[in-house]
């Protein structure tokens, strides 16, 4: 039966093997409370030193009850006094008394700009819930019980918006458990799936050993000239476990890669929610406001953005933007960043004994192949050591290439070690200091454009690693000068924003009308074409996104050029590149691309640059 075939059956069927969201709640709630733990007690210290009298011995009363509670249920899971159908109850309780803490501390100070740790805290639980219904009691408890709050702490107007931001935060929260419990049961019948098959292979393999041995017990009577022939059976056994335990690690990457590329849609639209509303309240905050729970939100978005770019690497299906440049200059650009990475009390040597070492790839993802390899020599050298980076010209294969070699003095690594370097989520590091995507990242990078990458170590004597790319030609254009683009990034035009996405699409009209562009909203590819037919005023851009139901954005292009020839389009997409070539065929040259979730300043020089006919710096877009 074909894989897609087996997983769908067994979808349809329900499976003992395969764990509910409750199943792994244990495992989520313990760091969880430790750090509620921690925060609270920071908290303590904080109003000691922060808040007036009066209010100050209260609040620190509230935070020690509240970090005590939490650690307590730390403590108790980690002594094993609790049972998985505890979790969720115990999870909704922590988050009810932190959040009594936030209403009490805004109903003191008479603060309202405190619901945002409301938003904060709804997140926190849409990261460690698996069960949709507590999810939804959580999101539901706390906008009941923060409404009177607000209500008695600021204006109706403020209120409101306060309780629509919170009512939106708790939307994101249960779609984020949602995607979360069927992550796990899908992963569940992956797993399944990958365990039969390992089944079936050594199944195979017992029965070709009986053969085999059956088949030499028979020959041992005969003539000594069989005997060449048994020895060339038992080599070409030996290289068939080679290749299927080869086969077996490529299936396991492919399946990753196909769940990291199927997922990375969902995820790119809530980033993009995300991202662009904590940007936008950001820009609208009153001077002398606190800034920092909002940029702490925009850092976790930040970072929830590179791991998704990190997965679809090492599945190697993320989009890369090719340019011709020369690879020991940019190395040495890049060595002051390098240099920051590895710390004080590690040396660096960076070393180009030539130059026009031009290679063809994505800058960005080739610097980021670089920063993965200097952050794991720097963790091998704990106690200080030397890093060298140089770039030279060889020859790999009989194929001119351009090498990149980084050599670090650290401890090394033995053969169990170097054989799962390149598997996705290995890491030899402690939990929590390390993803294990770092080198399965620089792995899928390096062979999305057509190099390759080697690794030489033993312990106690550091670690060589090459990277080899195909050496070009210098044709094509250069990386440009960011420090000679202009800043200007407002306008008055028209757009014409097309967006399935409600969320996705409030989001992006208030980014364009803060640019001070006109917008026309269209919520699909047959309300936009209503709009360019009716609509008297000239059109400057379509900004729509590419897969939308019914037609998509290409199609949709093509036909709104129809009626104005002369208006610019600027796609937006949250899938990957290959997915949209083998939905809608190969993308046409020169397409303006921006994919999800997009960094509004960026974006806004780019649109910019198309509407002024300037050359788009399609490496300026995140």
Same mark, same amino acid.
């Given at each position: ?322 340019? +011709? ?25 960076? +070393? ?104 030489? +170590? ?165």
């Amino acid at each position: 039966m074909p894989q897609s075939a087996e997983l769908i059956r067994r979808r349809e069927q329900p499976s003992e093997a395969a764990p509910s969201g409750r199943s792994c709640a244990l495992e989520t709630l313990r760091p969880m409370a430790a750090i509620a733990a921690i925060t609270m007690f920071g908290f303590l210290l904080y109003n000691f030193v922060d808040f007036p009298p009066g209010i100050r011995e209260t609040m620190m009363v509230h935070d020690a009850v509240t970090s005590i509670a939490c650690a307590l249920v730390w403590w108790c899971i980690r002594q094993g006094r609790l049972r998985e159908a505890h979790a969720h109850p115990l999870a909704t309780a922590m988050i009810l008394l932190i959040a009594s803490n936030i209403l009490l501390a805004m109903w003191l100070l008479r603060i309202p700009l405190h619901a945002l740790y409301i938003c904060i805290l709804l997140v926190g639980a849409g990261a460690g819930m698996t069960v949709v219904g507590w999810g939804v009691a959580v999101a539901v408890i706390l906008l009941i019980v923060t409404a009177p709050v607000l209500l008695l702490v600021a204006d109706l107007p403020t209120a409101v918006r306060f309780l629509a931001m919170i009512t939106t935060t708790s939307v994101i929260t249960i779609a984020l458990i949602a995607l979360r419990a069927r992550n796990l049961r899908e992963l569940a019948l992956f797993t399944a799936l990958d365990r039969e098959q390992r089944q079936a292979l050594n199944d195979a393999l017992a029965d070709l050993d009986a053969k085999v041995a059956q088949r030499t017990a028979e020959l041992q009577t005969a003539n000594a000239a069989l005997q060449t022939q048994m020895d060339e059976r038992a080599r070409a056994e030996r290289e068939a476990r080679v290749l299927g335990e080869q086969l077996l690690h490529a299936q396991r990457l492919e399946s990753l890669g196909r769940l990291a590329g199927g997922v990375a849609h969902d995820f790119n639209n809530l980033l993009t929610v995300i991202d662009g509303n904590l940007h936008l309240t950001l820009e609208e905050l009153p001077d002398g406001a606190d800034r920092e729970p909002l940029e702490d939100a925009i850092g976790a978005s930040e970072r929830a953005t590179l791991l998704t770019k990190q997965l679809l690497a090492f599945g190697r299906k993320q989009f890369i933007e090719r340019v +011709s440049f020369d690879a020991g200059k940019r190395v040495e650009d890049v060595a002051r960043m390098l240099q920051r990475v590895l710390g004080e009390r590690i040396a660096l040597d960076v +070393s180009v004994q030539e130059r026009d070492l031009w290679v063809n790839a994505d800058p960005n993802q080739v610097e980021q192949v670089l920063m993965n390899l200097t952050a794991n020599a720097r963790d091998a050298m704990p106690d200080g050591g030397s890093c060298f980076v140089d770039v030279s010209r060889v020859r790999h294969d009989g194929i001119p290439s351009i090498r990149i070699r980084v050599r670090d003095t650290g401890v090394g690594m033995d053969e169990a070690t170097k054989r799962r370097l390149f598997e996705p989520f290995f890491t030899t590091k402690k939990p929590g200091e390390g993803t294990g995507l770092g080198l399965a990242t620089a792995y899928g990078v390096i062979q999305q454009h057509g190099g390759s990458i080697t690794i030489e +170590s033993s312990p106690g004597e550091g670690a060589v690693v090459d990277v080899l790319l195909p050496e070009v030609d210098r044709t094509g254009h250069a990386v440009t000068d960011h420090s000679m683009l202009p800043t200007e990034q407002t306008g008055t035009e028209t757009v014409l924003l097309v967006e399935d996405e409600d969320a996705v699409r409030r989001v992006a009209e208030r980014f364009l009308r803060r640019q001070g562009y006109k917008v026309f909203v269209a919520s699909g590819g047959a309300e936009a074409l209503e709009i360019a037919e009716k609509t008297s005023e000239p059109l400057h851009l379509l900004f729509t996104d590419v897969m939308m139901p019914g037609m998509n954005g290409f199609e949709l292009a093509g036909r709104v050029r129809a009626l104005r020839p002369h208006i610019k389009v600027m796609f937006v997409s949250g899938y990957t590149g290959d997915y949209l070539v083998t939905q809608t065929g190969e993308l046409p040259t020169g397409t303006n691309f921006v994919y999800k979730p997009y960094e509004t300043r960026r974006t806004a020089r780019m649109i910019r640059d198309i509407l002024d006919e300037r050359e788009v710096r399609t490496d300026f877009v995140a």
